[in-house]
């Protein structure tokens, strides 16, 4: 299996959301595998459910999500330690990956993402005969 | 890696491999750089709201104190357990304990304080102390 980053900026939002600036930044994430899966945690703090799109297509995987600013009503930021923006990140995947049982959660700002393999790309012990 | 021939955003370049540098120095060192979770501070005439990012904790992880002119949070960002270290393609994500402490431009009400944890923010909504609102003054006319 592998997993290698697509260097790849977000599209250009369609002309009606063109008013809403914001930055976009690369969440951090955590990949691993199992011997039935590739598991993928994504740090997205401030995205909801609704607002999160995670795309596999031709093998490329792209997480895409979005975040409304902190309504801080009439009270002016005084100290800021990080910006909100929206998260983006493409990776490419080899071709091994069973589409239709991807399962994608959002719990607490963290995504986490099973993309199981297919069954051609689990690893088989081959047993081998001997002759005499 | 892969590199491009070409300067469309230079700052992309240097992210990845500050990205990647990142990767090389925590698996080297076995710890990540930095689990405390940065925060943003906003002040209102009475009250100030500080709101940080931690995700993938639940408030009961989350030991939240206020003392003076001190916002103090402490906590766990734990990994994920059974994974061992072999098993993995990347590891950026912050975890490890963290214990930090924020200063706040007045002292607030200990009794008056409410936190809220919502999509991996945190937000704590504090009311400055009785003797640091503002108060008005009337001038009596002699």
């Not at chain 1, 910006?83 to 959002?106: C, H, M, N, P, W």
């Amino acid at each position: 299996m592998s997993i290698v980053e697509r260097d790849e900026a977000a599209p250009t939002r369609a002309e009606t959301e063109a008013t809403r600036q914001v930055r976009q930044f690369v969440p951090d994430v955590d990949i691993h595998e199992t011997d039935d899966s590739l598991v993928l945690l994504a740090d997205v703090p401030g995205v909801k459910g609704d607002q999160l799109t995670v795309r596999l297509e031709k093998n490329v995987l792209t997480i895409h999500g979005r975040v409304e600013a902190l309504d801080a009503g009439a009270r002016s930021l005084i100290h800021a330690e990080y910006e909100t923006g929206d998260y983006y990140r493409v990776f490419s995947l080899s071709d091994e990956i069973d589409q239709d049982r991807i399962d994608a959660k959002l719990k607490n700002g963290v995504l986490t993402l099973r993309l199981p393999k297919a069954a051609r790309a689990k690893a088989r012990k081959i047993d081998v005969s001997t002759e005499s | 890696m892969a590199y491009r021939w070409g300067f469309a955003d230079p700052w992309r370049e240097l992210r990845q491999l500050q990205r990647e540098m990142s990767t090389v120095f925590e698996s080297a060192f076995g710890r990540p750089i930095e689990a405390a979770p940065p925060c943003n501070v906003f002040a209102g005439e009475n009250d100030l709201l500080v709101a940080c990012e931690i995700p993938g904790v639940t408030l009961d992880d989350l030991d939240i104190s206020v003392m003076g002119d001190t916002l103090t949070l402490k906590g766990e960002r734990k990994p994920a357990d059974e994974v061992g270290a072999e098993a993995y393609h990347r590891r950026e994500r912050r975890t490890g304990p963290f214990n930090r402490s924020i200063q706040l431009p007045n002292r607030v009400d200990p009794n008056n304080v409410e936190a809220e944890y919502e999509d991996g923010v945190l937000t704590v909504h504090l009311n400055k102390a009785a003797e640091e609102k503002p108060r008005k003054i009337t001038v009596k006319s002699a």
